[in-house]
């Protein structure tokens, strides 16, 4: 049976034929939390080693672990925030194996009873079109320390700062075509979880992180067997170690040989994937309740506290913007993908055109910005005075030729888009005497032109520059045509 799905497969040609990718996800995200998730220990990046672990963390003999109710909320906030069932019932297990950097000899993760079940995303493409991704679970867990094999040639070291610092593990269906569309989704789920405050999304400090499932098929034929890509951090590493393990796949299938599910690590260096360990199954771990935990209830009216504690989110942000200020899908979209930038286009946009504000925060702020390794944080220029410049050209005080320059100063420190104008005096000319003075002087010193203009009317075009750069680009384009029409009589 073909399903269809709205996803869009790009096919990969093998030597045999086309081949699919197929992907599932595996977000873990730090939980936003000051404290652990069974410990009062402190979280926190750049301690010295082992400056942040209590007597649980480190597991000592008779320590008990207690649960943190703000790592439970941000799971829920989390759960809410991807239109997934929140479970009013769930429990901890322990997934047993041994690691030098987890001292308990296990992790406290969720495994039949997690905390929050189905949900969906909707993901955008680069290109505004959209699909949507079935969560099949997040669960709560424990993060585990950092061995540091680095410092020394004969020894390892441990640091357990990280040791039961509260993680969301969000699964994704195997619902993504191709490494764009895996890009995109964790891209979605970064959105929303800051959105939520629910995760910093911090990933090059690893707070988020997606173990990437990894399979290939023939189209429409039935899932094969798969590969996952341990903790992969940027958006590009994800795409990378996709392109290069879809090829590898494919080609040991059309060479006749099979795919073993394994754990697989991506080198960034080498731009390839390499095996770490065969894949275990669940029963590989002997998960059991955790006998110290009681199971956790939560109350209704408690979730219903937090559902209408949320904040707008993305995708509802999007739809807004696109009704309430008339705005492109796609300039909605870059606006909403962060807090911030949505906050800044907000304020700008008060009283003014907003496709306007939009398109300057958008196509130059933004832009400018991301030249600049930069984002809204970081913009020299308050959201003030874009609707300043964008009241100016509102007004036909600048022309939209002239922002670009007013634009250039602002962005220089120089001042209020007021202050540019009047400092550089980048005043427009809508005088008409003295754009018919330059548009007279034109004209008489090109006679042919104007002969030709005659019969054949596009030649305006020339005289339009012509008066451009005769005002320094500051006459007005509008009274520039209208009067040129008039006197070579179009
Ligand atoms: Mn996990």
């Known amino acids: 049976m073909v399903v269809e799905m709205t996803q869009t497969s790009k096919l990969i040609e093998g030597r045999t034929g086309s081949w699919e990718i197929v992907l599932g996800l595996e977000i873990h995200a730090q939980v936003a939390s000051h404290a652990k998730l069974f410990s009062g220990a402190a979280v926190g990046f750049g301690a010295g080693p082992n400056e942040q672990v209590s007597l649980v963390d480190a597991a000592m003999p008779g320590m008990l672990p207690v649960i943190n109710r703000h790592c439970v909320e941000q799971a829920v906030r989390a759960g809410l925030g991807l239109n997934a069932k929140i479970n009013l019932w769930s429990r901890f297990d322990r997934k047993n194996y041994f690691y030098p950097d987890l001292p308990q000899g296990y992790q406290i993760s969720q495994f039949k009873d997690p905390i929050v079940g189905e949900g969906e995303v909707e993901v955008e493409r680069d290109d505004g079109t959209t699909f949507i991704v079935g969560v099949e679970r997040l669960h709560l867990e424990q993060d585990a320390g950092k061995s540091i094999h680095d410092l020394d040639p004969n020894w390892t070291y441990v640091d357990l700062n990280r040791a039961g610092t509260a993680l969301m593990e969000i699964v994704s269906k195997p619902d993504m075509r191709s490494s764009d569309e895996a890009a995109s989704y964790v891209k979605k789920i970064r959105t929303i979880l800051r959105y939520l405050g629910a995760c910093d999304g911090d990933m090059e400090k690893g707070n988020l992180r997606a173990d990437v499932n990894v399979s290939v098929r023939r189209p429409g034929a039935e899932l094969g067997t798969r590969c996952e890509i341990k903790n992969v951090n940027s958006y590009r590493y994800i795409q990378q170690a996709i392109e290069y393990e879809a090829r590898r796949q494919i080609e040991i299938i059309e060479d006749g040989g ?117 984002d809204i944080e970081t913009s020299p220029i308050p959201p003030q005075d874009i609707a300043g410049l964008v009241k100016l050209i509102e007004d036909g005080v600048i022309s939209s030729k002239i922002a670009k320059e007013v634009f250039d100063h602002m962005w220089a420190g120089e001042g209020t888009p007021a202050q540019v104008v009047e400092k550089f005096g980048l005043v427009q000319i809508t005088d008409t005497g003295a754009i018919e003075a330059a548009i007279d002087k034109i004209m008489a010193a090109n006679p042919d032109k104007v002969e030709a203009a005659k019969d054949k009317p596009q030649a305006i075009g020339w005289f339009v520059g012509q008066v451009m750069r005769d005002t320094g680009g500051k006459a007005n384009p509008a009274a520039v045509n209208e009067i040129l029409k008039t006197k070579l009589g179009l």
């Open 258 to 374: 099979a795919i073993h599910q394994e754990t697989r690590l991506f080198d960034p260096g080498k731009l390839e994937t390499r095996s770490m360990r065969s894949k275990e199954e669940a029963h590989d771990y002997r998960y059991f309740p955790d006998p110290d935990l009681l199971p956790l209830e939560l109350d209704p009216a408690w979730v219903k506290a937090i559902q209408d504690s949320l904040p707008e989110l993305p995708d509802p942000k999007r739809k807004r913007f696109q009704s309430q200020y008339g705005l492109s899908h796609y300039d909605a979209g870059v606006l909403v993908a962060d807090q911030a930038r949505a906050a800044f286009f907000e304020i700008a946009a008060e009283g003014r055109d907003a496709k306007l504000v939009a398109n300057w925060t958008v196509n130059n702020l933004l832009g400018r910005l991301a030249e600049n390794g930069g």
